[in-house]
């Protein structure tokens, strides 16, 4: 039974990687990507590390594959909301989708990154409509 679950658990983690992947390579701007990267780090590695925990069975290992998952549930969230402030605080720009900045006036955004013309093409091919 514990390799039916290993096996359960280990599929969901790569999925969850292979979907966070697709994330960092298809999401529009900075914010959105370090999101999907971020989720990739907590649930695709702490499923990977409970389904190796799992095929192993041993106590020990369960303890290690627990320790890690607790370490990636306390560090990532706050590496990643970390990083995404700095990128706010550095100007990296939103996308032009976002209909409201929250931040606007709370933080300071210093040194805005210029977003291209309104005719370039964006990393999908697309350009912006007027």
């Known amino acids: 039974m514990s390799q039916w679950i290993g096996a359960v ?11 966070a992947a697709i994330g960092v390579l298809r999401l529009p701007d900075f914010f959105m990507r370090m999101h999907a990267a971020t989720k990739a780090g907590v649930a695709g590695a702490g499923l990977v590390l409970l389904g190796v925990a799992a095929f192993d069975g041993s106590t020990a290992t369960w303890i290690k594959a627990m320790l890690a998952v607790f370490f990636l549930l306390v560090t990532t969230p706050v590496a990643g909301h970390l990083i995404g402030r700095a990128g706010y605080v550095s100007g990296v720009p939103l996308w032009r989708g976002t209909s409201e900045d929250a931040l606007d006036g709370v933080l300071p955004r210093t040194n805005i990154i210029d977003e291209t013309p309104d005719d370039a093409p964006d990393h999908l091919g697309t350009t912006r409509a007027p």
């Open 9 to 19: 658990l280990l599929l969901g983690g790569s999925i969850v990687c292979l979907f």
